[in-house]
């Protein structure tokens, strides 16, 4: 089934004495400004894997294979070969290729750029994710020291300028911030493949199996997602705000219309600002608006929307 309304809305990722997405240094990404954010890539990998757990094709993600009695990550051109069951050689129709790229879960919802021999494909995402910047004023960096239960035999240390090696165990370290709170802005446009409408043959477009898709795992997949440097981030709150169908109105990003602030049982997200931009005429091209909160830990303020309906994200029931 087609699906033709666009939404706006965002994503609320809480993490406690975690690390939501590192830099090449293992500190928490910041701007040059120094202020914490995520990558879209760090909200759309757990989203994937969540898909490629519950057996969706997924192409973008990393996968391994035996070659040469060596374990090494799969080149693009080989996991298109290994999830689609067919050779991507010049025989290869481009009709073809992107037929299949469309057929999966991760390039229906946030396009692909598809730059193999004889194929030069870029498809524009239906879903764009913005960055998710950390709203919460009070974040601090926690290096914590791990002592490894085996030697490094390459360690050196000196003694009298010789060189002896170390008997002790080797020392690594694990960076976290106490408590962050990112919140990611997204914007759904289901018009974006209606171009290769007339190019695939039986294809219709964005589908509505593929937002709801999208939208469970942007309820669920951080908390799902478990890593060791993961663990303590928690899908916190998702704003979705979906336009009638034959609405022209475009929105702002959203997450700058969204307040956090600390309270003293309960945190407190502040949507008096998203209040100001939802008048009485836009709310006429809103065809419904759905907040999920994380109700043990989140209470709302400023909400004096009739037509949001407010739930918990774990359950999925009104509140």
Sequence with gaps: ????????????????????????SGRPKTTSKNNIFGSDKALK??????????????????????????????SLKERYEHIFDTKLDKKAKPREVLSNLFSAVDVMNFGATFAEENQNISITGAIQIGQGMNIYDDTRIEI????????????????????IERS????????????????????VNPFAYDEYAHIIEGFEGYSKEMYEKFKDGALRAATAFATNS????????????????????????????IGFEKGDKKDILNLRSLNDILTEKVLEEIQEIEIYIDPFNLE??????????????????VI
């Design 1 to 24: 089934m087609k699906f033709r309304n666009r939404v706006y809305g965002v994503v609320g990722i809480r993490g406690i004495m975690s690390n939501w997405n590192a830099d090449f």
């Design 144 to 163: 914590q020291d791990i002592l490894s239960p085996f030697r490094n035999p390459k360690a050196k240390a000196k003694k009298d300028d010789e060189e």
């Design 45 to 74: 990998y757990p989203i994937k894997y969540q898909w490629v757990n519950e057996g969706e094709k997924v192409l973008y993600i990393k996968s391994y294979k035996e070659e040469k009695d060596k374990i090494q990550p799969r």
């Design 168 to 187: 002790q165990s080797s020392i690594g370290t694990k960076i976290v911030a106490d408590e962050t709170h990112y919140c990611y802005p997204f914007v």
């Design 230 to 257: 993961k663990f303590g981030c928690d899908n916190e709150y998702a704003v979705f705000i979906k336009m009638n169908e034959e609405s022209k109105l475009s929105l702002p990003n959203l997450a700058s219309f």
């Design 300 to 317: 709302l303020n400023g909400l004096k929307l009739e037509k949001a309906k407010v739930m918990n994200i774990f359950t999925r029931e």
